[in-house]
């Protein structure tokens, strides 16, 4: 839910509603908050309550100087680690990006380009890093949401391509620079967005 931007920033949830939501367990539930409030993704206000953070311009940055340090060196090292079948799946996954792109598909949008990072970055195989790496997006992943739907589908980033016909010439550099533009014009239209009033979500 959070990785697909169907929790805003500031939208309460509690356990019960999400048992509901979801069709599961309360254990399930449980765990997965528990593990979402230890990576910052959720924060606890007590009577079972939790919110998606909100994200000022502070935290924005440090953001954008935590993932311009970490993604474009994973695009380097996946670079050397390129195989002609993963590059397959790469252009597979940025093709239904643009599909839900074409038909205004915020939730498969967000999904997609989810996907597509996350299969780039794990041909680095850095073990380390990569948890680093998608802790931070879901730190972010709410407030891309939000820009989303302000902006529409047909102006979101998408460097993919650049990146795509990069790492086809083997160019590690510009693959990196693809991804580092991306992140800095997502994380600009964020903070534009984020500046401008928004109405509360209701609670789940």
Excluded at 57 to 72: N, S
Aim: hydrophobic residues 45%; contains cysteine; glycine residues 8%.
């Amino acid at each position: 839910m959070i990785l697909s931007g169907q929790l805003a920033p500031g939208q309460a949830v509690t356990i019960q509603g999400l048992v509901k939501t979801l069709d599961s367990g309360v254990t399930p539930v449980r765990e997965a908050i528990r593990r979402m409030t230890s990576e910052g993704a959720l924060q606890f206000q007590g009577n079972r309550r939790v919110t998606v953070p909100v994200l000022g311009g502070d935290q924005i940055e440090e953001l954008r100087f935590a993932r311009l340090a970490l993604e474009p060196e994973l695009v380097r090292k996946s670079a050397e680690n390129m195989t002609p079948a993963i590059m397959d799946r790469l252009s597979q996954i940025d093709a239904a990006l643009n599909q839900a792109i074409a038909a205004g598909d915020i939730q498969g949008y967000m999904l997609q380009n989810h996907a597509f990072h996350m299969q780039l970055y794990g041909q680095a195989d850095y073990q380390i890093v990569m948890p680093l790496v998608q802790a931070l997006w879901l730190r972010a992943a709410p407030s891309l949401r939000i820009m989303c739907g302000r902006f529409g589908t047909q102006n979101l980033p998408d460097m993919h391509q650049r990146a795509l016909t990069a790492l086809r010439t083997g160019d590690a550099a510009a693959a990196a620079q693809a991804i580092s533009d991306d992140i800095n014009q997502g994380l600009d239209n964020v903070r534009a967005v984020l500046a401008l009033p928004a109405a509360p979500d209701p609670e789940i």
